[in-house]
Structure formats: C-alpha cells, structure tokens
C-alpha cells in the first residue's frame, strides 16, 4: 500500500477492499511494468484526442434531439431519451462535463507521477465508462474506429490479466481484421481512391491497386511479424506500419494516428519484447475478448447483401475505408392539409458512410414529430459507392411505417441482386 | 405548397452515355477478374487462421508439457 492510499483508505476494511480491487483487476502488473505504464500514458493521450473532439460536438447532446439531427445505434435506437447534455451556446452541462474529465486528466497524470497506480486507475476508469458508454449506447454517431482500438486496450489495459500479451495480440488482430472489410473492390481494385477527384495522396494512379493489394497483404499477413522475435523483420515490418499511419494522417488527419500510432511505438518498438502465449485460467477473459472481436467483425457477412452497399452490419466491426460513398435521400412528405414538404439530403464526401439506416432514423423522428399532421410519406434513397452507378435502393410510399431491424437484412433496402434502378453516374468526390 | 430543405450539389451525369469513373487499365484488369481476386484473398485469410491455429495448438501443446 503506497502512502496516499493509506492515507485516503486507513481501515482495515478499506484496505482489503483496495486489494481486492487491485488483485481482480491485476494492477500489480500496471506496477511492475514499464511498457504497461507507458500505454497507460498512451490512453490518457488518447482520451484527452478524443474528448477535445467530443466537447464541440453536438450529437450528444439534447439539442441534437430536439433538431432532429441526433442518430442511435441500430441496437438501441431509444438512446434519445437518455441524452440531456447541452452544448454551447444552448447550455452549459456538456463543457461542464468535459472540463471535470479534463481535471481528471490531470489528476491521473499527478497520480502517475506518484506512482499510486490504483488510484491513477481509477480515475481514468471514469473516463473509460463515459467514452464506452456514448460509443456504444448513447450515440451512434461517435463510434469511429479509433474509438474501437481505444475501447479494447483500454478495457485490456484496465481490467484483464496478461496484459501486455493480450495489448499486444489485439493491436495485431485488429490489423488482420480490418482486412475483412477491404476484401472488396475499394480496395482489391483501389477503386475507393481513382474515384476521387485527388486521388490517392502522393502516388500516381496508375500505383493505386499496388499500394491498396499491399497494405491488405500487410495488414493481414505482415502484421504478425510484429509478435516475432526481436530482429530485422520486426523492425521493418514496425517501420512499415509506423509509415503506413504516419502516411493515413493525410487523410484522417491527427486523431486516429494519435490514438494507434503511440501504442503501436510502445509495444513494438520502444519496449518490445518477445511474450509468452499465456493459457492459464486467468487468461480466459482475454481469449473470450479475442472471440468476441472476431464474431463481431465477422457479423455483418451473415446479413444478405452487399454491406458496402446496405451498411447493415457495417459498424459491428472495423470499417475504416471500407468504401467510398455518395448518396441522395429524398423524402416527400404530403400533410393532412394538402401542403407538401420535400426533405432532400445528400452526401458527396467519400469517408461519410451513406447508411439508409442513419437517414431512415431522422426521418422516423420527424414522422414521430408529426405523426398528427402526415398523410403520407414517400422516401427515395441513392446509393454509389467507388464511382460505380447510383443505385435506387430505397424505394418507398411508407416512410413512416418502416421498421429497422439491426441484426438481419432490412427487406426494404435493396440489394444489388434486387437490382435497383440506376438512376445515373456520380463524378468524382471529395474526401474531407 | 411544396417546401424543400437543403440545396443540391451533387451532380449526376445522366445514364445517357454515361460511364463510371474512369478506371487505369490496371483497375480495369482488376475488376473484370474480381471474383477472382476476391477469392484470392479470402483464400490467404483463411491460410493465416489456420497458420495461427496451428501455432496455438502447438504452443498450448509446449504448455501441457
């Protein structure tokens, strides 16, 4: 028991609780080992990347609710009951919020300067159930890859034993799985980037599908390499993939290389050592989370029909890059009094994800609204993804009637072997 | 009375004459064998599972010993 822990816990009682408390979540590792500290550091960093984007954000707030722009998860689309944050200028609870989680940061940094890793623990688990809680129940709009990478080492990091085996396993397997959503023309032809006006950044076209091909075969092969012993190949596929974020930032700009790039240097580089498969009973909770990982990014292939082109599925898994979008919502809506009013949406920025299902949700809030006041409500919805033909894949006089079901196919989003309507050919689009 | 949100920006090129975006003569080749190279990838996909299964068994194997 370090000095401030007695202080703040002088029992008896107290104190067992602390142990306990510290044996069921293994913090005598997070004591003993340097790496482990330092991805520590490295999550502190990430939550304070992620929170400086979140405290400007208004999805998870309640006047995203009451302007209708608010989206939930397809498994809990009642999160909007839940949300009662108020962003600026409309209040001041979010800021609030985020300032308190600020001021934890900075107590967990102090806490790690003292080395009291159980409390410096505890403070930053605060800052995992809010980050785990609007990704994953309160939003749908937030839960961006990164998100997903800080989720799962943070919940190994803080909770599982064998810790840095499983930080280590994870960050690789997370490579090869993102692969699962690349196996697709986006990136076997490299379509997502010829079908942007700038192309792929910094290579001629005609490289696109060399470069694409290599970093799925990197991603899926090469990453393992990073588990091997320590020598020229570990290092240059580290070297690779340090390069490879590095190079991504063109595009997705700094958060996501400051959530993987500092693990990766961590666990690979700065500190890597060869660790030994732990199979005792106390790494069971890390191969059940390695399963779930694996379920979870194979889910979206059980559901019918082109996830690239549905996005049912899309989100259960990693699914950066997966293809380039554009799309064209329009709903007509005709009122009990005759007037009729047209909601049209549309999208040419290749990273926003055309998912029905995201548009389909404000549209239902705005029939729930004025369910009193609507006759009737039609609703198209085009689709195009990597340049190819905007397809009509919705089609429908019952907009306000629809349902949508997050686990299997939604029968009235159209797939390509209902073969939509082509309703015409999109130019090149942007990425922003 | 018919009121209409937002403005429209995307521009369509009409299905007359029209064609997806240009593609090199090597996403060409690509795309006309896509089952093909698809098919390529699952198959590695796979082979690195069982690659990895058979070092686990072989390490848990080590481990029993």
Known sequence: MTQLLKKLFPTTFDQRIIHAYQRFFSIQELEKELV????????????????????????????????????????????????????????????????????????AVYLMYRKEWVLAHMSIVLMYLWHALATFILSGQLGGNYDYYLFVLTTILLFLPHKEFFLKLCFVLFYALSTVAKIHPAWVAGTYFSALQTGLPLFPDWSIPFWTNLVIFMEMVGAWFLLSRPGLVQRLVLVF??????????????????????????????????????????????????????????????????????????????????????????????????????????????????????????????????????????????????????????????LCALQYRPLTHNDWIKTHSDEPEVVGYPVENIYD | MTNTTSSQLIVLRGLEGASPTTLTPAQKCIIAHIDVATAVWWGVLVLVVLTLIVHLARAWRAHRN
């Open chain 1, 241 to 398: 993939f340090i390069a490879f974020h590095l190079y991504s930032g063109i595009l997705v700009k700094y958060h996501y290389p400051s959530v993987v790039l500092p693990t990766l240097i961590i666990l690979f580089g700065l500190f890597y050592r060869k660790t030994p498969i732990p199979f005792d009973r106390r790494s069971i909770a890390g191969w059940v989370l390695v399963g779930l990982l694996v379920c979870m990014q194979s889910l979206p292939l059980f559901i019918p029909g082109d996830e690239k082109l549905t996005l049912e599925g899309n989100k259960y898994g990693l699914y950066m890059f997966e293809s380039n979008h554009q799309c064209i919502s329009t709903a007509r809506i005709t009122f009990t009094d005759g007037s009729e009013q047209v909601i049209y949406n549309e999208s040419a920025n290749a990273r926003a994800r055309c998912e029905p299902y995201r548009y389909w949700f404000r549209l239902n809030a705005f029939c729930k609204r004025n369910a009193a006041h609507i006759q009737s409500a039609a609703w198209t919805f085009d689709h195009s993804i990597n340049g190819g033909p905007f397809l009509r894949i919705v089609d429908t006089d019952e």
């Open chain 1, 36 to 107: 482990l500290k330092w991805v520590f550091g490295a999550s502190l960093f990430s939550y304070f990347t992620t929170f400086s984007f979140w405290v400007s954000s208004t999805v998870l707030t309640a006047d995203a609710v009451e302007k209708g722009y608010a989206v939930c998860r397809p498994y809990f689309q009642g999160c909007t009951d839940w949300l009662f944050l108020h962003g600026l200028p409309n209040g001041y609870s979010q800021t609030v919020l985020y300032m308190g989680l600020f001021g934890l940061m900075l107590i």
